[in-house]
Structure formats: C-alpha cells, structure tokens
C-alpha cells in the first residue's frame, strides 16, 4: 500500500507478507505410453499422423477414446471329455504365436492394476499394420512428448515387438530427451530373439545385446533410464476374435461333438461355447514385458511411501510367473556390470512371497557411486522441477541480497519438509541439505553484472539398503 495515496480520515488494513513463497511437488509417476491403438489418430482428427497426447486416469477412459486389443485369431480351443470322468473335462488352448503384437491394451490393464494413476497415451497408428511396429512412427510419438511438461516417464509397450537395433535405437533418443529435458526417466525391457536356434548353436545372449547396444555415447547419462529383465506371463482382459478361433469338442457324453469356430458353437453346444471362452479369459495368460506393470508400481510405491522410496521388493498384481527363473547366481552378472554399469533389474519368484517380485532398483548407470539407484535420480528430477518452477517468480526481480533471502528461505522451507518426510539423511537440516546463494558464496560481480543469480543446492538422499549384511558369531560363555 502506498501511504502517501491515503487522502481521507480513518484506519487502513496493509497485510504485509511474512512468509516465503510455498514450493509444491511436481507429479513423479505419470507415464506417456507411446503405440498403437484400435483406433486410428487420423479417424480421431482427421489428417494427424500422430495422435495428440491425451492424459487418462483409467482403463476406462483408455477404451473410451482408443478402443481395445487386437482381436487374435491364431487361438484353438479343445475340450476332451473322457468316459471316466465326464463332468470335468480336459480344455486344451493353444496359441501359434508366443506373444501379441500389439501391446498397449494390455499394458494399461497391467499398469492400473498395479496401482497407476493418470497417464498420456500418444496413438502412433492403429492395427491396420499387420503386425509391423515402425521405428518412425514411435520416434514421432516420442518428439510429440517433448511438448508436455509434465510427464515424467516415457515408454513403449509395443517396441519389444521391432528387431533389436532398432529397439535400441529408440530407447537412445528417449534417453536423449531425458536429459535434454532433465524432467523424466526412461523404463525399458531386455529385448528378447524370440527366433529358434539353429541346432547346435547357443540360445542368444539377450543381455549381452543390450550391454553392447550404443544406447548413448555418454555413459554418465544413462541415469536417466532403467531396465528390467525378464518379461512376465501376465493375466488380462484378452481380446480374440470369435470367428476365427478354433474350437473342438470330442467325446462329449450325448454326442453333442464339435469342430468348428467358437462363435458357431453358440447353439450347438453353448455350454461347452461358455466353457471355452471362460478358459480363455481366466486361463490363457499373455507373455509381456515387464516395464508396463513397473510404472504403476512406480506410482504405487510413490504414493504410499515417496519417491524416495526404491520401487523394489514389491510384487506385480496379476503376474503369474515370470517367463524364466532367475536365481542368485544369474543375478550376480545381471546386477553388477563391472564393464559398462548397464545394471538390469530382474523379475524373481520367491516361495510365500509371490510369483513375480521386483528384485532390483538401479538405473543403467550402476557403477555410478551418485546415481546408481532409482530413487535417488527420481527424487532429484522431483525436487530440482518443484524448485525450479518455484523460482521462476523471481526471474527480472532485483538481484540483491533480499531477493536471496527470499529464494534461499523457500527453498529451505521445502527441503526441511523432505527431511520430515524421510527424503533425506541426517540428523538434523544442516546434515540433510545446504542452500547457498549470495555474492562471495556463489556469484561473483561479474555474475551480478550479466544477470546471473546462482543457488548451489546439496541433498544427502536416502539410499536403498541394497545389500543386508547378518554377522553372527560364537558367544563364549562369561561370568558377566
């Protein structure tokens, strides 16, 4: 208020600000799925090539504006009956191909049920395809991301189904904008040959592809990505196509047998026609990466502890099994990299535990004594975005010793509010972070001069008890 403008008579309220300006936390889980969907973006809005970016926060939003799976049709359904016990009898289901080609359906159904929240879906085309998954077609995805501030994971359900250059060569440009944003955190899989060895030869060696692979010339910045190996049996709403699924019943009792398609079953047998579709929505379990299911757990674990919290040590919802076991001594050489650090974090069963557990929370850069783990380059990407947005209030205020106040109170306040929380180490704020702003301490009058207000900030993050070390020994007998 200005004083000098008071003309009249009487008493004036000046409310004068005491406080700092408040710093809110960015959002640290909401993934941008990139891929192919049912519905194509150009019926959508005519002429796109790609999808605009549109934030969902369910499996129902998802089916409403992008419609559901791909209809597989290289299902056969038998049901055999047998004299001895014809009441239960034996349904067989195969599959020709291993895995669906389009994945997104399914990674949303896996990404909500392990406790995800709101999402971007960029549509890159629909199933008209036959099953090529274009390397172009998801680099565009990808660039159309680089517009959203605030997304802060980046993944690509059906890339798994490309060749492996190509995967990698993706993957990279993803890692690129992360650190060229300095806001998200690539999730990835091992990428799997599926193609049959010649005999006598090896199977291929999957993580050696990936460890070889250029991802990205500077080592240092593969913190910003992670990957997980090896991919998971998951059950989901599968989506076939009822007129090209095969179905046979054989010996039924009252001669009610069977060998046509399942839709045509309805009025022959539609017992058995019930039966065979309720084997394929509870019992046929589809082979998935396991990045999709690791985001929601992302948000899961970020929302029940913190970001600071390692997303590991939980179990995937709906998993059945992951599709090879891995023991310790496999996990020696997956865990550690002495070579290029490219750390991968492995999918395990645990008796009692569950069938599918997260059993590792490092980034690719896992020599990395400052990012190794996943929680300490998420919880920096949160706090240097919260705090960054916070002080963009003060650009072309005066650079002077109250202005640094201000800043360096703001972000102190903050910083004290994730130590409380357990963010960070120490017994006390001086232990757990620094704020260091003002000229002799971070600027010099050359830097006042060209406009220049440098903030040092140093965090002391909580870091994963990766490693539980028991030491027992012999207790001799004393007389005290």
Request: charged content about 20%; glycine content about 6%; overall charge negative.
């Amino acid at each position: 208020m200005d004083y000098n403008q008071i003309k009249t008579p009487g008493v004036y309220i000046d409310e004068i600000p005491h406080l700092p300006p408040s710093i809110a936390s960015v959002p640290t889980a909401i993934p941008a799925f990139i891929g192919y969907t049912e519905i194509a973006p150009s019926l959508i809005e005519p002429g796109a090539v790609v999808k605009k970016p549109t934030k969902i926060s369910s499996i129902f939003e998802y089916q409403q504006y992008y419609g559901s799976g791909f209809e597989e049709t290289d299902i056969s359904i038998t049901i055999a009956f047998d004299s001895t016990q014809p009441v239960n009898p034996a349904i067989t289901t195969t599959k020709t191909s291993k895995k669906p080609t389009y994945l997104m359906y399914y990674a949303l159904q896996m990404f909500y049920a392990n406790g995800g929240g709101e999402c971007y879906i960029v549509s890159v085309g629909d199933y008209s395809a036959n099953g090529i998954i274009s390397e172009n077609d998801l680099k565009n995805g990808l660039q159309e991301i680089e517009k959203i501030r605030d997304v802060t994971l980046i993944s690509f359900p059906d890339a798994v189904n490309m060749d492996a250059t190509s995967y990698y060569n993706l993957h990279s440009l993803a890692i690129a904008q992360c650190v060229k944003l300095q806001d998200r955190f690539t999730v990835m899989d091992v990428w799997i040959d599926d193609t049959p060895p010649q005999p006598g030869n090896p199977p291929p060696d999957n993580v050696q592809t990936l460890r070889s692979a250029a991802l990205y010339q500077d080592l240092d910045d593969l913190k910003y990505a992670a990957v997980y190996y090896p991919r998971i049996y998951a059950q989901v709403g599968y989506v076939y196509d009822e007129a090209n699924t095969s179905l046979k019943i054989t010996n039924e009792p009252n001669g009610k047998n069977y060998d046509g398609k399942l839709n045509g079953a309805k009025g022959s047998a539609s017992s058995y026609y019930y039966l065979a579709v309720n084997q394929l929505q509870q019992s046929f379990y589809v082979l998935m990466p396991a990045s999709t299911s690791i985001l929601g757990i992302y948000a899961r674990v970020d929302d029940s502890r913190g970001v600071w919290k390692a997303p590991a040590n939980e179990e995937i919802i709906n998993a059945v099994q992951p599709e090879i076991s891995i023991t310790n001594t496999l996990q020696d050489g997956l865990n550690v990299d002495a070579d290029a650090g490219k750390s991968v974090n492995v999918i395990r069963s645990f008796p009692g535990r569950g069938p599918a557990i997260v059993w590792g929370a490092r980034t690719l850069s896992g020599n990395s004594n400052e990012w190794r783990y996943i929680s300490v380059r998420r919880f920096f990407i949160m706090a240097e975005q919260s705090i960054k947005n916070a002080t963009e209030q003060f650009v072309f205020e005066p650079n002077d010793q109250h202005t640094w106040l201000r800043i360096r109170s703001m972000i102190e306040i903050y910083l004290t509010q994730q130590w409380k929380a357990g963010a960070l180490m120490g017994s006390s704020t001086k232990e757990a972070f620094f704020v260091h702003v003002g000229l002799g301490q971070t600027m010099t009058e050359d830097d006042i001069w060209n406009g220049r207000l440098i903030v040092q900030i140093g965090l002391a993050v909580v870091r994963p008890a990766e490693f539980i070390i028991l030491q027992f020994m012999h207790k001799m007998l004393s007389e005290s």
